[in-house]
């Protein structure tokens, strides 16, 4: 029984020293790399301390004071509501395809693996690789200048974010129900809304709210590709080197992203619950 005991005890302390090392050899790979591509990339290091001065000369005697009573103006505030509108919209519409490209690109329930599967799987993969300036850019030369053309990227960005993340609670769930509904003959329709959203809502309720949070932010700069809302003033001001009205305009878009996170915690503390 000893003999057994330290052979045991022996093998463990093995294992966990074999593992330390893939843990040190790892680590140490890690680092080689980013020294490596630090120098390939030629970036000056020593340059990295100065940042700080210049940031600060830049923000103290050029930007500020913000120029509030320029961000408050009735053009800039009407941007806003555009803004708020262009995220609500493109939150809403994003969402609404989600649920049924969710529903096709989960592995365990969806309707068909040889087409709406891989159908599915392509829309997240295309929404997921085209960042929303790209999206904004190309929808401006196709759609025109305009918060049309926001509203559809930020479609493209709550696809891309949201159905992800949904189509992942979608493959966690528990297939006990699913499969019972099926043996029912249930028709793939019903066992969706009433074997799957069931297990998913909660989840899904959290990740549409955050998903708002985070494409709201999103929708300040798309102005800068002429896509509608806020981010036109702030590209306006600091072409033309108007930097206190660049910063008020930013010291706005802060206070709505603030607004936006409150809004977002009392939401999530309202509707989902863990």
């Known amino acids: 029984m000893a003999s057994h005991l330290e052979s045991v005890n022996q093998s463990y ?33 020593e340059r990295i301390f100065g940042i700080p001065s210049r940031l600060t000369h830049m923000v103290v005697d050029r930007m500020m004071p913000p120029d509030m ?20 919209l493109g939150s809403f519409f994003g969402t609404l395809v989600c649920l049924i490209v969710a ?16 159908l599915g799987r392509g829309i997240l993969v295309l929404a997921r690789s085209v960042p929303v300036l790209i999206w904004g850019m190309l929808l401006v030369a196709i759609l025109g200048f305009g918060p049309f053309a926001g509203v559809i990227a930020l479609t493209m960005l709550t696809i891309s974010f949201a159905g992800k993340l949904m ?92 607004i936006s996170e409150i809004t977002s915690h009392f939401l999530r503390g309202r509707f989902y619950k863990d």
Request: glycine share 8%.
């Open 103 to 118: 529903w096709f690109a989960a592995w365990n329930v969806t309707p068909n693996r040889r087409y709406l599967y891989p």
């Open 13 to 45: 302390f093995r294992a966990v020293r074999i593992g330390r090392l893939l843990k040190f050899c790892a680590l140490l790979l890690f680092l080689s790399a980013g020294i490596w591509t630090i120098y390939h990339l030629n970036i000056p290091i």
């Open 167 to 258: 189509s992942e609670q979608v493959e966690a769930i528990d297939m006990g129900p699913v499969e019972a509904m099926r043996a029912t003959g249930a028709s793939p329709i019903k066992v969706y809304l009433f074997g799957i959203i069931p297990q998913v809502k909660p989840a899904w309720i959290g990740i549409a709210i955050y998903n708002w949070d985070s494409i709201f932010r999103a929708s300040t700069v798309l102005g800068f590709v002429g896509a509608g809302g806020l981010g036109i003033y702030l590209r306006m001001n600091i072409q033309e080197l108007e930097y206190q009205k660049a910063m008020g305009v930013i010291a706005l878009i802060i206070c709505l992203v603030i």
């Open 69 to 88: 009573v320029y961000a408050m103006q009735a053009g800039i505030l009407t941007r806003v509501v555009e803004t708020i509108e262009m995220t609500f």
